[in-house]
């Protein structure tokens, strides 16, 4: 007994040190977070916002996977790159979905523009233990206001480019002025610490409909949310509050634009309702001179991932991809992008909202799928045989539930979707595309390319049940440490099953699992998804 008695007595003893090591950590995270929200401000306004975004992302953090109450750093940064493209259409750089998400961090969203204190704490936060959902619309909330003051910094070069300083109160005429500037500069994109006072004047001399053909509906919009501000002097206070609310819904300008792009490619579509259209097709518009848009070239649109080669006969470009790509951002700053609408992240959010759970039954996807509508597809539709098959292959593949956040369910939810929802290339096949002087023409096609396409003899495979015969059994998990996976043999099985007796991929389809499954077996596989 007594000696049972050192032993315990000792075992304490070894623990306290580390027990108040723990201690001390989560009382230095929690003054350094009480630090970042006096950065950020302890006003009624900044606290109410961080309320508001915490809101906003209740759903996506409930459905994401978890460890505890917390995510790691690929979730969050997963979370972050939904909210910000639904809040305000922005493609945040350091959150974009391309790439290897084996080592992702939101962090990467902040680069140099926070101090160095600021980073170290999150960094720490999610490396220890993640972020709540607190934590995390703390973090959105940084990034909100940093993105605010690079718009401030832009403001700031407009004003001395006209002469102002920035306390200088400015009548309408002057206030117009200056924020047509600052558009022009903001459309143009760019560095704001590369801006000078004559660059700005030179972008906004050279603006127009030839460089971007809704500059006249851009200013409209502009002249319509100043006039809301029913005052009759501005200060820069007021006209970066202007610019903000110009900014958001800049979006739903841009994206009328979107729309259009995406009707003039359904109306070529190779088979209704397949999201694709024939490469031939895609040019034929830009050497008759009925649409100048396209006419991308072979090897840009693979760049960009909007390319299926699956048919090697005939090339197809696929339709929510060229929409959703990085080529189609305008107004490229040191944050972020604006960017079509995802449709997709539509779809997604319903589901998570009524799953409320990293993953589902199969059954229940099913139900909720078949009854969700979409632009394009009906509600309480019946889905395919092959389409049920493949979304019970990826339930097979981890254990019997269906992660929601990883790349065999983006991919099964493109073939639901296929006019919305992209098709997500695995992190290997894609090179990433940075949007860079969005407004200037990407690679172009040769004249001699877009003939030779529109030439070339084809004729159409039909998949049954499937837009496409793209399907590859290559998994990316957002947070893999969180699902269980099986066996490998366990799967291999399930593959030769399903795969050769159920789905029209056959032999090529069993091939691709084999050679995934060899990638997990040397532990290759812990990769995110894009």
Request: hydrophobic content about 40%; glycine content about 6%.
């Amino acid at each position: 007994m007594k000696s049972t008695q050192l032993s315990m007595t000792g075992t304490f003893f070894l623990l306290v040190p580390c027990v108040a090591n723990f201690l001390g950590k989560q009382g230095i995270h929690r003054s350094l977070l009480e630090q970042l929200e006096d950065v950020l401000g302890k006003d009624q306004v900044t606290q109410a916002r961080i309320g508001q975004l915490e809101e906003a992302l209740r759903p996506s953090f409930q459905a994401l996977p978890k460890t505890g109450q917390t995510i790691g750093a690929p979730a969050a940064r997963y979370a972050l790159q939904r909210l910000f493209l639904q809040l305000h259409g922005w493609q945040m750089k350091g959150l974009d979905l391309r790439g290897d998400w084996s080592q992702a961090s939101p962090v990467e969203a902040l680069a140099e523009r926070v101090p160095p204190t600021l980073r170290d704490l999150f960094e720490d936060r999610l490396g220890d233990r993640g972020l709540d959902l607190h934590e995390l619309a703390v973090m959105a909330a940084t990034l909100e206001k940093a993105v605010r003051n690079e718009a401030n910094d832009r403001l700031r070069v407009c004003y001395g480019a006209l002469g102002y300083k920035e306390d200088t109160s400015l009548k309408y005429t002057s206030a117009l002025a200056v924020m047509e500037i600052y558009m022009a500069s903001w459309l143009i994109g760019g560095e704001v610490v590369n801006l000078t006072e004559k660059l700005v004047l030179s972008q906004f001399r050279s603006m127009s409909d030839d460089v971007y053909p809704r500059w006249n509906p851009t200013k409209m919009l502009l002249q319509e949310v100043a006039d809301e501000f029913i005052i009759e002097t501005f200060d820069f206070t007021t006209i970066g509050s202007i610019l903000g609310v110009v900014a958001d819904r800049f979006f739903h300008l841009e994206n009328q634009q979107c729309q259009l792009t995406k009707s003039t490619l359904i109306s070529m579509e190779e088979i209704e309702g397949n999201g694709r259209v024939r490469l031939g097709d895609f040019y034929r518009p830009v050497l008759d001179g009925s649409w100048h848009e396209f006419g991308e070239s072979t090897d840009f649109l693979r760049q960009l991932g909007a390319l299926d080669e699956s048919n090697p006969r005939v090339e197809r470009v696929i339709i929510p991809n060229y929409i959703l790509a990085p080529s189609n951002c305008v107004a490229d700053s040191g944050f972020y992008a604006v960017c079509c609408m995802n449709e997709c992240e539509g779809l997604m959010s319903q589901l998570e909202a009524k799953i409320q759970a990293p993953s589902a039954s199969p059954a229940e996807v099913l139900k909720l799928v078949s009854a969700m509508p979409s632009e394009s597809q009906p509600s309480n539709r019946t889905l395919s045989r092959e389409l049920r098959n493949l979304l019970h292959d990826v339930a097979e593949h981890h254990g019997g539930d269906v992660p929601l956040h990883g790349r065999l369910f983006a991919q099964w939810m493109h073939h639901a979707y296929p006019r919305e929802c992209p098709f997500p290339h695995s992190s290997s096949t894609v090179k990433e595309y940075e949007p860079q002087a969005s407004l200037l023409q990407p690679g172009r096609a040769a004249r001699d390319e877009m003939v030779k396409q529109i030439e070339k003899p084809w004729n159409t495979t039909v998949t049954k049940g499937l837009c496409s015969n793209m399907w590859t059994f290559e998994e990316q998990l957002v947070g893999p440490e969180t699902h269980k996976m099986p066996s490998p043999s366990h799967w291999l099985i399930s593959i030769w099953e399903r795969v050769h007796c159920h789905t029209p991929f056959g032999a090529a389809a069993v091939a691709s699992s084999i050679v995934f499954l060899m990638k997990m077996a040397s532990g290759s596989n812990s990769g995110m998804w894009i």
